[in-house]
């Protein structure tokens, strides 16, 4: 829980120590950077590995957490103004400068250092310092690294992967160093485990360091714009406190959903369901719901997966006049994994906070809502001559036009959220039963279905739609490719800009989440 603690007096020297030497390392930053032409990226990786191995002694120095917050919020203020006004160039990228880790200059990197250090301290200062100390030193260190070795010496580029441009060289050094920081970690903190993590052997530990290092290395590269600061040490602090405080919560299958997971992510690209960003995305969301929802989360979440992957790839031929329609193809990239599972992802977090049954069934309701989705537009452009209707207006539009819809696309919308509920109650969860097995049809099936119209709706009135002047035809895309090879921009007629696919894709699947939860909810079944 959050606390905060009264200040004691004993800690104003450390308070004050500490102040001045982040200052210090700020002033030196300067120096460098303006007397003796260091780059900017050097002395910001170095005070950002500095502040790193700092935040990991400050427990051993510091009784209370009050002025190690105040600390964090000094620091938040300056990084705050700094980043409007611009004093100090060491925290902020050089205008105009593209480097591998911050293009265009724009990072918000240093404004989420001390805000996600202020809210370790606030939630974990009390009980789990240790976890505090170790994930803020991976993202000191390790994340440094990266961007040291990346920027200098790295040669191999990751490509389709995020806006910031990643290498293969950066990336094996963030996964090295984060192995060797988190397996001493584990080690040296042992001895504080009380909960899911006591007692276990050097071996499990050393799996342990081995899965949670591709964790931080994969939010490290799909993440840009100092992102990574803030998320690789939220991911593997949360991971590092289930494990031990939630006693469902068990190392080993987690070990093993995590690999489950890699395996997946391997073959979703062999097989090119994904390109290198989705199957990474794919990996952090499977690894969260394989390893901490065992098979009871995991079989609906691959019957969506496999099934409307599969869905996706048949009727090629048929489909293909559709390709220049849709905002993107068959193979799914992270944005359509974060459209697809993120809300389902947030769920799990939730549950494995909670372990509130009524979130299966909303992680159910999202599942069915965005197969339905899926369903509903691979169905409704396969069938021979389909018709299709504005949801708004009911007058005839081409068949893949956003908001159309279809009896077959319907249909299938249907049927694919009944796949959904099948495969919970093939697994025989208690929960449905309790809940009864027709309700629990009737209540996932009416959610993805109701959902692909919400879906449809806002396809209909707010999702971007252009003018291909190529073409001539309307698209969700926002550039065309001519004859030539030259990009073309296509016109906005209707719609939002910033609405695009994915964003209606994620409205879709809160709808149907929430819709399954307020009934459950209504029932008052688990209370």
Known sequence: MLNLQAPLPQDLPAFFLTLSLLLLFVFLAELLRRKFGVSGLVVRKIMHLSAGVVIFFIPAYFQSNYYPAVVALFFLVL?????????????????????????AGKSYGSLLFPLVFLLQLLFLWESHKWIMQTSMLLMGVSDSLAALVGSSIGKKHIEHLTKNPKTVEGSLTMFLSGFLLLGASLMLFSPEFHGGLAGKSFMMLFALALLLAVVATAVEALLSYGLDNFFIPISVAYLLYVLEMNPAIRLEPFLLGGLFAFLLALFSIKVKFLNNSGATATFLLGTTIFGLG???????????????????????KRKAKFDLVFEKGSQRDAGQVYANGGIAWIIMIAFSLTNDPALFFAYLGTLAAVQADTWATEIGTMWPNPKAWLVTSWKRVPVGTSGGVSVPGTTGAFLGSLFICASAILLHVRWLSDFGVLNSFLLIGFSGLLASLVDSFFGATVQAQYFDPIREKVTER????????????????????????????????ISGSTLAYLVIEKAHLFQ
């Open 478 to 509: 926002t550039h065309s490719l001519a004859p030539d090879g030259v990009l073309v921009a296509n016109r906005l007629i209707k719609g939002t800009p910033l609405v695009n696919n994915d964003l209606v894709n994620t409205l879709c699947a």
């Open 79 to 103: 990084n705050s103004l700094n980043i409007r006004f611009g004093w100090l160039g060491s925290l902020l990228p050089m205008p105009g400068t593209i480097t591998l880790q911050s293009p």
């Open 294 to 316: 065992g098979v009871t989360w995991t079989v609906p979440l691959l019957t969506f997966y496999l099934l409307s992957s599969v869905l996706s790839k048949l009727g090629k």
